[in-house]
């Protein structure tokens, strides 16, 4: 294990009571319990409240533009496939926005890790609809009620592809952890939606209501199977949150199915492009 105060960066600016603060614990103690550095991975931020973790969480990074967190994830794992790469972005910036990414990443088993703040909100433009807002919720940029009815992001992401789906809650640190923990150490895409209420701009769904509606999948829960994972996905549109590893199953990753990429990483191989080259006209 290495030292957690390691990953320490800024103090965060997140609104006290915001599950962003038990989320961003937890990546810390994942991150320390499986004995990474913070120059042993990569953390691709999206923007928002969630993405502002770029400056409270120490670690080679990148903070992308809104929505393309996930393409630059690929970016860096293609360059390092033995890199760790992990995503943190919002709803917003995952599910919204770049939503395209997702399906593209998990239908290509790209070998990272993403971590959605599902505030069902946009947090940082203070309060706006997000695509997992329930029909009908009120916020400033549907001052009578969302027409659309929301995106199921675990229904998405399991149909779409994605060898790991999990699902875990902001309020609970220690359970998050673990899904945290079993997601990076996955083989393929991995997903973890994580319940995170916003208490500024999110007064429906509040910890009382996920309380209120979630449950943990027992023990002897069986998450190689597709179809019952499926159907456990579909809960979440009667508003029931299954938390836990939804789906797992091994399947060749992109890069393992990349002849070029079979011995070496593509920085460790000895010919490579000197794009220093394209730029010597201008210089
Ligand atoms: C290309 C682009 N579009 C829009 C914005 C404005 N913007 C910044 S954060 C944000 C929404 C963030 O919501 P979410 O991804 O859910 O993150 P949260 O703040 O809730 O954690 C938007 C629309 C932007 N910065 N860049
Ligand atoms: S606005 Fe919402 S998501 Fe952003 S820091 Fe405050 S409580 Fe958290
Ligand atoms: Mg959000």
């Known amino acids: 294990m290495s030292n957690i105060r390691d990953f320490d960066g800024y103090k965060p600016t997140w609104c006290p009571g915001c599950g962003d603060w038990g989320i961003g614990a937890a990546l810390k103690i994942a991150f320390s319990q499986l004995g990474f550095t913070p120059s042993s991975i990569v953390v691709v931020f999206g923007i928002g409240c969630s993405g502002n973790m770029n400056d409270f969480l120490n670690a080679y990074a990148v903070h992308s533009l809104h929505g393309r967190a996930i393409p630059n994830a690929i970016g860096v794992k293609l360059a390092n496939h033995k890199l760790p790469v992990i995503v943190v972005a919002g709803d917003g910036d995952c599910y919204g926005e770049g939503g395209n990414h997702l399906i593209h990443a998990a239908r290509g088993n790209h070998d990272i890790t993403v971590i959605v703040h599902d505030n069902r909100v946009y947090g940082l433009t203070t309060g706006q609809v997000a695509p997992t807002a329930q029909k009908g919720f009120k916020s400033k940029s549907t001052p009578v009620g969302i027409i659309e009815s929301p995106i199921n992001p675990l229904s998405l992401a399991l149909t779409q592809g994605a060898t790991f789906v999990a699902q875990a809650f902001a309020g609970d640190t220690l359970h998050t952890i673990e899904i945290i923990k079993k997601a990076i150490e996955h083989k393929g895409f991995s997903i973890v939606n994580i319940l995170q209420p916003c208490v500024t701009f999110n007064k429906v769904n509040t910890y ?6 979630l449950y943990k999948l027992t ?20 508003e029931k949150f299954p938390l836990g590893i939804i789906y797992q199953v091994r399947r060749p990753t992109y890069t393992e199915q990349l002849t070029q990429l079979n011995k070496n990483t593509l920085t460790e191989k000895e010919r490579y492009l000197d794009f220093n080259l394209l730029f010597s006209d201008f210089v």
């Not at 009382?208 to 509606?213: A, F, S, T």
């Open 208 to 213: 009382d209501y996920y309380l209120k509606r």
């Open 219 to 238: 023990a002897d829960y069986q998450a190689d199977n597709y179809q019952i994972a499926i159907k456990k996905t579909t809960e979440m549109n009667e």
